[in-house]
């Protein structure tokens, strides 16, 4: 692809996480480098969470933020000599006060625009218990990006003005149910794919399991992730006799993950806490039928009754009443898993894409620059 005019080039300083550990906001700056970059843009990376060094500094709590703390800001400092625009992955928590704020400060220093890019299911209580805090320099950014209305509605209760722009999955890896899958009334697939920690409420789902597998005892459980959780959530399955049934996978890479949707017939999230959770666009993508809590986010990102099914949290026998349901219904179950799959074309890179190009357009003047060029570099 030609350079073209090289003053017309967005060169992007793209700041956030990356895994390990796996995660949504990992997972989606990464794959966010990724398709800038093939589009053209010009993607320069510093990760948030870069490795400690030296590693036993990562086991001194005080010590752990000043050796990661020092580095960070030497490389957004470099980093805002070589890009036109921030492009911040965001969280709440002390990852904003660490990482985020820091970076909008320096951004404003260096005069450069500023996208805050925040995602995460807690903004509401990080916002009524931080506030004072967080809106001011918040409010130094050039725009806040989030991925969903129930989010853009949040913040507009701060007087925080927001552009929506949704996330993104990447439809190419993922493809229908094996067709030497177990059938679905004998040998039902069940799976999780969220980190095993609290505000996810893994054990919610392994209770709803429980269930599952007393009227059939040919289902299965898979559970992706880690976290602090999973020698608690371990002995739980152990103790609901279904030990041998649930399998922990643990961290997997993309392709793996992919690989376990296609033997799943459905996916369960049973968190506290959401926002726009990618594991959901990813079993509508793979022909998965979606039963979730209905918290946060999720009620905005579903149509519920025709793409995906609603529980209450923390409410195991509602969620284990609706997969049964299912599968006693085969015809209401294909239903669903229609409705999501035409649901997922929605959050593609053609679709999403274009929307971070004209924000990176109008904040930087450059609307002439439709395919920009550079090389990538990486500050780790």
Same mark, same amino acid.
């Given at each position: ?9 967005i ?34 990376? &510093? ?41 911040? &992955? ?20 260096? @005069? ?10 807690e ?70 794919? @969220? ?30 992730? %880690?976290?602090s ?5 371990e002995?739980?399955?152990v103790?609901l ?9 643990? @961290? ?15 996916m ?23 039963? %979730? ?10 149509s519920?009754g ?66 920009? &060029? ?7």
């Amino acid at each position: 692809m030609p350079l073209g005019n090289r003053e017309q080039v967005i060169r992007v300083g793209l700041v956030g996480p990356l895994p390990p550990p796996a995660g949504g906001m990992a997972n989606q700056t990464r794959q966010l480098a990724r398709f800038l970059e093939r589009d053209g843009f010009g993607v320069d990376l &510093v990760q948030m969470n870069a490795p400690y060094r030296p590693a036993v500094a990562g086991k001194v709590p005080v010590l752990r933020a000043f050796v990661r703390l020092v580095p960070y800001i030497v490389a957004l400092w470099r980093l805002s000599r070589r890009v036109d625009l921030f492009h911040l &992955v965001s969280n709440s928590g002390w990852s904003w006060h660490l990482f985020s704020a820091p970076a909008i400060l320096i951004a404003r220093l260096r @005069r450069l625009p500023a996208v805050v890019n925040y995602r995460g299911g807690e903004a509401e209580r990080f916002l009524q218990t931080q506030g004072r805090w967080i809106l001011p320099v918040l409010r130094m950014a050039d725009r806040v990006a989030v991925p969903s209305a129930f989010l853009a509605e949040v913040f507009g209760r701060y007087h925080v003005e927001t552009t929506v722009v949704p996330n993104a999955v990447d439809l190419s890896r993922f493809v229908e149910r094996n067709t030497d899958c177990p059938p679905l009334a004998e040998a039902p697939r069940l799976l999780v794919a @969220r980190n095993l920690e609290k505000i996810y409420d893994i054990g919610t789902a392994i209770r709803a399991f429980a269930r599952v597998h007393e009227a059939i005892p040919g289902a299965r459980l898979d559970i992706a992730g %880690s976290g602090s959780e999973r020698a608690a959530l371990e002995a739980e399955a152990v103790r609901l006799g279904v030990g041998g049934a649930v399998d922990f996978h643990g @961290r997997l890479s993309p392709d793996e993950m992919a690989s376990l949707y296609q033997q799943a017939h459905f996916m369960l999230n049973p968190s506290t806490v959401d926002n726009t959770p990618n594991s959901i666009l990813e079993a509508w993508a793979s022909g998965v039928a979606v039963v %979730s809590t209905s918290v946060g986010g999720v009620p905005y990102l579903v149509s519920e009754g025709t793409d995906a099914i609603l529980v209450p949290p923390k409410d195991p026998e509602a969620m284990a009443n609706v997969v049964l349901q299912l599968i006693g219904d085969p015809v209401r179950y294909e239903a669903l898993v229609d409705s999501g799959r035409a649901a997922a074309p929605r959050f593609t890179w053609e679709r999403i894409g274009p929307l971070w190009a004209g924000l990176y357009a109008k904040m930087t003047g450059k609307e002439g620059a439709l395919h920009p &060029v550079a090389d990538p570099e990486v500050d780790a």
